[in-house]
């Protein structure tokens, strides 16, 4: 008798351990997914083409006087040391998005932690807007 009680509870143990190891996975409250319950992400790392040099958005200004159009932005140096010969180039676009032109604007140098103003000037007519396209360094 002592035997067969003993098998039973082994029965019984090795039952609740296995329903217990596969039960499936509880459902999703109403309007929760299980994207919502998994752990946030690290957020992305923040592009960095030109090794410490950001570049803000890019604006069209006209001159107070004349017909001019400059394309101006801020570039700042992020890095840990000095830059030299810097050059912003610009691509200029159309209204549909096309590429109509380029500008371009150089600085000497630039220190850690601080911010260029960029002022390109713009030859084409018929631009809509103007974007960063590379930023180098002698």
Do not use: C
Request: charged share 20%; net charge neutral; hydrophobic share 45%.
């Amino acid at each position: 008798m002592g035997m067969a009680l003993a098998v039973l509870a082994a029965a019984g143990g090795s039952a609740a351990w296995y329903f217990l190891a596969h039960r499936p996975a509880p459902h999703p409250a109403a309007g929760e997914t299980n994207a919502a319950k998994a752990a946030p992400s690290a957020p992305a790392p923040r592009a960095d083409p030109w090794h410490g040099l950001m570049a803000g958005a890019v604006s069209l200004e006209k001159a107070e006087s004349g017909n001019l159009v400059y394309a101006v932005g801020v570039l700042r140096n992020e890095s840990n040391r000095e830059r030299f010969g810097i050059r912003v180039e610009l691509d200029l676009l159309d209204a549909a998005g096309g590429k109509v032109g380029t500008a371009s604007d150089y600085a000497p140098s630039l220190v850690p932690g601080k911010e260029w103003k960029f002022k390109a000037l713009v030859m084409e007519r018929q631009i809509a807007r103007a974007e960063v396209a590379r930023v180098t360094e002698q």
